[in-house]
């Protein structure tokens, strides 16, 4: 609290003082001690609202982070290319005001198919996809923003031997900018996202991914399934 906050409770506390030692004092006009209660509790709250008016600005106005993750399906007409489904977070500040330095950290995986084991990895950003980078620096209201959270490429089938198809042979979920791929079972992602003018906010996914392609994105959840916990 600064100085002249302080300096104003002083006077506010003065006046009611002054207040008090006058009812004190023998004011026999019921009115009189109404009126002068009343002006107590009219300067107790403006004095509330003049200490905390900034506090209670920025708890009204402030910006409000929603997080979903997407995919879509990368369609190339180049025959020798490997088709992909890649995955991004979608950030949208549902707020009243901007947000700030937004980003996405993932802090721990776990593999769930024989009990709970958790991965032996180091905590990683997700990188903004537009223009890359591990932040967000401004996300307007109502503006959505996205960040690189993984592909998947179609495994080669046996005739598919070339150097020029470096696809797996099974289906793995890969982490964009990162060598962390995840292979067929189930796993759960723990992600913080934080922002410079809002709490941090923790997110806990469950990825059940499937060795069977989809070739038709209607059909995705067959190959993974992503849920919030």
């Given at each position: 609290m600064d100085s002249q906050n302080i300096h104003s409770i002083i006077l506010q506390l003065k006046s009611i003082t002054e207040s008090i030692d006058k009812i004190a004092k023998g004011v026999n006009n019921s009115w009189t001690v109404r009126i002068s209660l009343a002006g107590i509790l009219?300067?107790?709250?403006?004095?509330?609202?003049?200490?905390?008016?900034?506090?209670i600005r920025t708890w009204i106005l402030k910006p409000k982070l929603k997080v979903v993750i997407e995919n879509y399906n990368i369609s190339d007409r180049d025959p020798n290319s490997i088709p992909r489904y890649n995955f991004v977070v979608r950030i949208k500040n549902s707020g009243k005001s901007t947000l700030e330095d937004a980003e996405a950290l993932i802090t721990d995986i776990w593999e769930l198919n024989e009990g709970e084991k958790k991965l032996n990895l180091m905590p990683f950003n997700l990188t903004w996809q537009q223009r890359g980078g591990i932040t967000i620096p401004k996300i307007p209201?109502?503006?959505?923003?996205?960040?690189?959270?993984?592909?998947?490429?179609?495994?080669?089938?046996?005739?598919?031997?070339?150097?020029?198809?470096?696809?797996p042979s099974?289906?793995?979920?890969?982490?964009?900018?990162?060598?962390?791929?995840?292979?067929?079972?189930?796993?759960?992602?723990?992600?913080?996202?934080?922002?410079?003018?809002?709490?941090?906010?923790?997110?806990?996914?469950?990825?059940?991914?499937?060795?069977?392609?989809?070739?038709?994105?209607?059909?995705?959840?067959?190959?993974?399934?992503?849920?919030?916990?």
């Open positions: 009219v300067a107790l709250l403006l004095g509330v609202i003049g200490i905390f008016q900034e506090k209201i109502d503006t959505p923003k996205y960040f690189n959270f993984g592909y998947i490429l179609k495994p080669k089938s046996e005739p598919e031997k070339s150097a020029s198809y470096p696809s099974s289906i793995e979920f890969k982490f964009v900018d990162k060598k962390v791929n995840l292979k067929s079972g189930e796993y759960k992602i723990r992600i913080e996202f934080s922002a410079n003018n809002v709490k941090p906010q923790i997110k806990i996914y469950k990825l059940d991914i499937k060795n069977k392609w989809a070739d038709d994105v209607n059909n995705i959840k067959e190959m993974l399934l992503i849920e919030e916990n």
